[in-house]
């Protein structure tokens, strides 16, 4: 019974971990700012695992990305797994 508590426990908590995400979030730039369908990258299976991104399965907000690790994250990415994802400068950056 135990066993059963604590399962119904965690997966509720990841329910309102996961439920809480935003369809897409705005990630501020100097070369234009970069609108992330969150939703789109996640319901879509091309992120796998939370951690790609964030701190920890859990969520919250990412770290400075910084041009090296978003482009080694996302461009790197777009390249290898998909022929519609965007690849050039201004298919992201938005001014």
Known sequence: MKKIIAILAVVAFA??????APDSIVLKNAKGDITFAHTKH???GH???CKACHADAAG???GALGKD???AACLECH???SDK???KC????KK
């Open 79 to 81: 390249k290898k797994n």
């Open 42 to 44: 996640d319901t879509n």
């Open 60 to 62: 919250g907000k990412i």
């Open 47 to 49: 992120v796998k695992d």
């Open 69 to 71: 690790k978003g482009h």
């Open 15 to 20: 329910g309102t971990a996961f439920a809480a």
């Open 90 to 93: 201004g298919d992201c950056h």
């Open 85 to 87: 994802a965007p690849t």
